[in-house]
C-alpha cells in the first residue's frame, strides 16, 4: 500500500487518546449539500451554508460518533470545479489532499439538478483517488 501523505496533525483531543479514526471525504460540486451534511452528521453547525456556490473554501474536519459507537472523522471542504475565481486552485488542492488521505470518499450530487457534466466529470477523477 501506497504510504499517504500527511494531510494534517492529529487534532489536540486525537494525540491524547493515541486513537487513529478513518478519514471520511465529501466530494462534489459547489452547491450539492456537502456542508449540510457535514452539520448534520456532526450534530452542529460548524460549516457554513449559504446558497452562493464558492461559500466554502477551507478543508474543515470534526469526529463524528454514531449511535454504535463507532467514530470517524469526517471532512468537508470546497467544491470541486469551483466558481473559476483566483481561489480555485487553492480549493482543488484541498480537494485532492483529503482525497489522497482519506479511508472514504463520499461523493455527493445535487438530486434535483440532476447529473450534470462537472458531476460527470468528477465521477471519472474519483477512480484515480480510489486507485492507492
Partial sequence: MAKRRRLKPPSPKIRQLGVSYPFVALVGRPNVGKSTLFNRLVGQRVAITEPTAGTTRDRIAALVELEDGRTFE?????????????????????????T?????????VDGRAGLTPLDEKIGRR???????
Fill in 74 to 98: 469526517l471532512c468537508d471542504m470546497g467544491g470541486v470545479g469551483g466558481t473559476g475565481d483566483a481561489f480555485d486552485k487553492n480549493v482543488n488542492v484541498q480537494v485532492d489532499l483529503a
Fill in 126 to 132: 474519483l477512480p484515480s483517488f480510489c486507485s492507492r
Fill in 100 to 108: 489522497e488521505y482519506a479511508d472514504l470518499i463520499i461523493f455527493l
